[in-house]
């Protein structure tokens, strides 16, 4: 390595002559389209306001987001900043290359009472927190409008309750011949995260309170995953087919993402609208939850302060509004969901959005364990072999949890 | 030059040189694979031993704990049925691929080196497939495959034949991802398999027909043999390949449903890259080593060395 | 020799079958290409109807796609020239030369392509940042000059050589280089014109190691583009079959013109027989 001492000297030289004039920092994120543009504008914001900071934000593709950081992380090559999905958020923090943010929150006006519950579950090691939320996303239920109205039911009106929802499917089925309502039952993530929020409804929850044993294996576990199955056998509306029959028009009711009420209106010709995802009668309003997570890696105290400065300016109450305003996702704090300008805005601009906005109090995160993913594949594996009829919901249920206990030690 | 038939040179096997004379040929021998050997050496050889080491790991990649486990992860590996399914599958994949791919990757290559009309834009089609990207060929073929709507199941329907749900069909799923391995292979078995029909003297078939040999004849007593490195080339990349199939998996099932379609290439990548075990991972990448090894080394037996068609 | 017409014409049918079923998903991504988003969904999935070429503007403004196209350009001709230099060299060695070790060494090239390159991601990375290569074209280049499997091509094609045509030269007292420059590289055309086209549609194409070892968007390749309509939360599928058409479009050139050497030889090779 001697030869190339030269250029480490370089670099080092150019640091600190870089350092001494103005600070220069990397910031890695997964926005892409329209949202990278909000942030950009942001940041171009930011630097107006705070002469000498340059913010260079550079766009990773979301699917390899992690692994560039992984990589970076093994060969010191870290950004100053760098934002995940939220999932992720167990693994980056077992590096220990991220900064432990509680000194600089205690010694800012981030009052961390504003943020809602659910995302600040993640992020945590040791009583430490490494990460704060930046955005969320979550998950309600879309309708089409046109299907409902060939149904003969009230196009405005959708369903509350679960067995409101099987009644007007089967009366779509009946009537249209279309599927009532679409199932995620290709497995993976999206048949996972679908059907945690049928586990809330019933009351239940994916792992025990302290993360150390699965317990979707229990009673509303069952029941949820029962009717999952009787939506497809017992009541004929939904059927086990490849994802995108309700963007097709082939089917009347979906769960999905906040971030649809952005997509679906761009891509499909019929009129849609948006609830709060139907409870069973006696359950519980729930919804699970996305977004990301903020982070700053470990540099040195000057690097480290002005992205910490950064982050506190981005996560402010009036800079999250227009962010959300901008970008579609779903407030995570208190005050920018209450905020007067940022509620017309749906009203007016986005009334699809409303009802996620409105879910997000019920927002449960996933549960914040390193092996998540491998959970949640292992869950959604088992809860596809009941949907093909291979195994009951019990015995579905208990084999996923029998799995799974081994990974939570 | 005497050229009484087809017959493929192999250095070295017809007389056996010296360990003197094979010494001497060192010197030119490094010329010729000094870059190769730089070259993988630095960026190839070392990264490969490098997750050999780690598959003795516990690690997830960035954790600063990483417990030596010696042979855990592979212990863990051999008892694992998610191993024996996906090895299972990836077997039929494999062998199916290929097979296919190389039989209509060889009739088109000696469809299309005839002199027959529009051979150019033929050809231009028929790699297209190699040419179009993974991700929109996946998606369209999902399209295609759909059991209500896609293109397939309807031309079935008009022959009388109820098509199965391909994608969510456990028993059609993989059938599904090697029509479109093949349809990705069979125009890059053709440019190879061009390449080669170039090489092949018109003096063999001007002397095969003169002796009265039968279009078919010609095929299979000119061609063929002459065909035949490239037949061993492409049979031992295809396997290569067909090992590792992971992006068509990845767009079209996701290795459902039921790890119908869990090829090892998309376990591996489960558990490297969606459950961060490297260590794990890298034992899985071994283990399909060795057997993609195992299996070039029985090709080369079989084919004395790669030159086939030594008559 | 005639050919038979009904020969001819079953001939063309089976070909035009087999052009269209290799032609069909590009002809969607066409298709979808000039799409408004809005009927994205609907048939005709094949044909073109709509004509909303705006889709290629939005899309090629939606990145620095000019300077992408220069980056991939830099690394595509950097690693197709070294990748068909040095395998042909390499290849013609295993082909004709007997020395201590060679089968050895041939098998431990062709097991670098038997061991999945995900694996070998970090320790790769940590030799480019030793190296201080990140984000230059060196570290696009440079670790893919070499492909076993153009060796291996070059090998097989070698070995298809009558070796006569070298024993003269050899007898004369002409030397392997000269040999290899004079009588073999000129006979290799052909497979040139195959392997060239094969490593170009890998670097083309090649996306992760990209990523992995480049940070400023300016050192970006077109494949890195692409990931800009492929987000997190939903696929603009009319923007990136646009902007994917537009960067399959050097590709399919790249083969038009590999494809002129597999043509010639059927007229011209008379040199073989």
Do not use: C
Not at chain 1, 189 to 216: C, H, I, M, R
Request: without cysteine.
């Amino acid at each position: 390595m001697r030869k190339y001492t030269p250029t480490f000297l370089a670099v080092i030289l150019f640091s600190v002559f870089s350092l001494s004039l103005a600070q220069k920092l990397t910031f890695w994120h997964y926005w892409d389209g329209a949202n990278g543009q909000v942030l950009q504008n942001l940041i171009d914001q930011y630097q107006e306001e705070n002469p000498g900071i340059t913010i260079e934000a550079v766009f990773v593709p979301g699917s390899e987001l992690v692994s560039k950081l992984q990589t970076a992380i093994a060969g010191r090559q870290t950004p100053t900043m760098a934002i995940s999905d939220l999932v992720a958020m167990p693994f980056l923090t077992s590096s220990g290359a991220l900064v432990a943010l509680d000194d600089y929150i205690s010694e800012s006006n981030v009052d961390m009472s504003d943020y809602f519950a659910g995302p600040l579950v993640y992020g945590l090691r040791d009583g430490k927190r490494y990460s704060l939320p930046v955005s969320a996303s979550n998950l309600a239920l879309f309708w089409n409008k046109a299907i409902f109205a060939e149904a003969g039911l009230d196009p405005d009106t959708p369903p509350e309750t679960w067995e409101e929802l099987v009644e007007m499917a089967q009366i779509i089925k009946e009537k249209t011949g279309k599927w009532g309502y679409e199932l995620f039952t290709q497995g993976g993530e999206g048949t996972s995260w679908q059907w945690q929020v049928f586990l809330w409804n019933k009351g239940g929850d994916v792992l025990s309170g302290d993360l150390s044993s699965p317990a979707f294996n229990s009673e509303a576990g069952f029941e949820a995953l029962q009717f999952w199955v009787d939506l497809i056998d017992e009541y004929e509306v939904s059927t086990v087919a490849p994802w995108g029959l309700f963007g097709r028009g082939e089917a009347a009711m979906v769960m999905d993402g906040s971030w649809m009420t952005q997509f679906f209106p761009m891509q499909v010709n019929f009129e849609l609208g948006s609830a709060v995802f139907p409870y069973p009668e006696g359950g519980e309003i729930a919804t699970n939850m996305g977004g990301e997570q903020i982070f700053i890696f470990n540099t040195d105290p000057e690097t480290q302060q002005a992205a910490w400065n950064f982050i506190e300016w981005f996560s402010s109450t009036p800079v999250q509004v227009e962010w959300d305003r901008g970008t579609g996702f779903i407030p995570i704090k208190e005050s920018v969901a209450n905020d007067s300008t940022y509620i017309a805005w749906v009203k007016n601009a986005r009334p699809l959005l409303l009802p996620f906005v409105e879910s997000m109090p019920y927002a449960n995160p996933r549960p914040p364990v390193t092996k998540y993913p491998q959970i949640s594949d292992t869950l959604a594996n088992y809860i596809v072999e009941a949907l093909y009829g291979r195994m009951s919901p019990q015995e579905a249920l208990n084999t996923a949890a029998q799995e799974a206990a081994p990974l939570l030690r | 030059m005497t050229l009484s038939r087809p017959q493929v040179h192999n250095e070295g096997r017809a007389k056996r040189p010296t360990f003197m004379r094979t010494f001497k040929n060192l010197p030119i021998a490094l010329f010729f694979l000094l870059p190769t050997v730089v070259i993988l050496g630095t960026f190839n050889f070392y990264p490969a031993l490098y997750s050999l080491y780690l598959s003795f790991f516990e690690w997830n990649g960035v954790s600063p704990k990483r417990p030596f486990v010696g042979l855990d992860n592979y212990q863990r590996l051999f008892s694992s049925s998610e191993f024996w399914n996906s090895l299972q599958v990836t077997v039929i994949y494999a062998a199916a691929m290929t097979v296919a791919a190389l039989a209509l990757g060889m009739i088109v290559a000696v469809l299309l080196n005839q002199d027959i009309r529009g051979r150019a834009l033929y050809r231009a089609l028929y790699f297209l497939p190699v040419i179009t990207p993974t991700v929109a060929a996946g998606v369209v073929w999902k399209y295609l495959f759909d059991p209500s709507q896609g293109v397939i199941n309807r031309f079935l329907a008009g022959s009388g034949i109820t098509g199965p749900s391909w994608l969510t069909d456990p028993s059609w799923a993989l059938v599904a991802i090697v029509i479109v391995g093949v349809w990705k292979r069979v125009g890059f078995n053709m440019v190879v398999y061009l390449a080669a029909l170039q090489g092949v003297p018109r003096i063999y078939y001007e002397a095969a027909q003169l002796d009265g040999a039968s279009p078919w004849q010609r095929f299979r007593f000119v061609t063929l043999p002459l065909l035949a490195p490239s037949t061993f080339f492409l049979t031992v990349t295809a396997l290569i390949d067909a090992f590792q199939v992971f992006d068509l998996v990845y767009v079209m099932t996701q290795g459902g449903p039921l790890k119908s379609t869990d090829v090892i290439g998309y376990y591996l990548y489960r558990y490297g890259f969606r459950y961060y075990e490297l260590g794990f991972a890298s034992a899985i990448a071994y283990v399909m080593f060795a057997l993609i090894f195992v299996v070039t080394l029985i090709q080369f037996r079989l084919s004395r060395g790669g030159a086939q068609g030594e008559n | 020799m005639k050919t038979n017409p009904l020969r001819s014409v079953l001939t063309h049918l089976l070909l035009l079958t087999g052009a269209f079923i290799s032609a069909m998903p590009f002809l969607w991504m066409v298709t979808t290409s000039l799409k408004p988003a809005g009927v994205l969904y609907q048939a005709p999935l094949l044909i073109p109807t709509y004509f909303e070429w705006s889709n290629y503007v939005e899309a090629w403004k939606a990145a620095p796609f000019p300077r992408f196209f220069l980056n991939s350009a830099i690394m595509t001709i950097g690693i197709t020239l070294g990748q068909t230099l040095f395998s042909a060299m390499a290849g013609y060695a295993f082909a004709r030369l007997r020395f201590p070790g060679r089968d050895v060494l041939f098998f431990l090239i062709l097991g670098t392509m038997m061991i999945p390159f995900p694996v070998t991601l970090i320790p790769s990375f940590l030799i480019i940042a030793d190296l201080g290569w990140l984000d230059t074209y060196q570290a696009l280049i440079v670790p893919r000059v070499v492909s076993a499997f153009a060796i291996f091509l070059f090998r097989q094609f070698f070995l298809s050589i009558p070796q006569e045509l070298e024993e003269a030269a050899l007898i004369d007292g002409a030397n392997r280089v000269v040999i290899f420059a004079r009588i073999i590289l000129p006979l290799s055309t052909p497979v040139m014109a195959a392997s060239a086209i094969f490593s170009f549609l890998f670097a083309w194409n090649d996306f992760l190691w990209p990523l992995i070892v480049t940070n400023s968007t300016e050192m970006r390749p077109i494949q890195v583009g692409l990931a800009f309509f492929q987000g997190q939360y939903g696929i603009f599928w009319t923007l990136l079959m646009a902007a994917t058409v537009l960067a399959t479009i050097p590709a399919i050139l790249a083969f038009l013109v590999a494809q002129q050497r597999f043509i010639e030889g059927i007229t011209s090779s008379g040199l073989k027989g």
